[in-house]
């Protein structure tokens, strides 16, 4: 069993940066972010391969937010710039031994994070 905690999130102003961690407690071949507004589903925003270290974006934060990793920690970064108020949502990490679109059929699913981008 792979416990996964989140943390970084907080209120910021449009155009402003924050950074959320993804803590696991073993490694797992893939860890993703996702986020959810309310009364929307799910949305995965990125992912990323344990061993190659590649990563997949969606369209629509790419170029603005990126995903990394520190295998050494097991932990996974979202470091998210020109934020919007069109981010605002919880965010989540997941992670797994596949890379699922669905946020439900990741393995191992943390509690989230709060992220208010406010204009």
């Known amino acids: 069993q792979v416990q996964v905690v989140e943390s970084g999130g907080g209120s910021v102003q449009a155009g402003g940066s924050l950074r959320l961690s993804c803590a696991a407690s073993?490694?797992?071949?893939?860890k993703a972010w996702f986020r959810q507004a309310p009364g929307e589903e799910h949305e995965r925003l990125a992912i990323?391969?344990?061993?190659?270290?590649?990563?997949i974006y969606a369209d629509s934060v790419r170029g603005r937010f990126t995903i990394s990793q520190d295998k050494a920690k097991n932990t996974v970064y979202l470091q998210m710039n020109s934020l919007l108020p069109g981010d605002t949502a919880m965010y989540y990490c997941?992670?797994?031994?596949?890379?699922?679109?669905?946020?439900?059929?990741?393995?191992?699913r943390g509690r989230g994070t709060q992220v208010t981008v406010s204009s």
């Open positions: 997941a992670a797994g031994s596949g890379c699922p679109m669905d946020f439900t059929k990741f393995t191992y």
């Open positions: 073993g490694y797992t071949y893939c």
């Open positions: 990323i391969f344990g061993t190659t270290g590649m990563a």
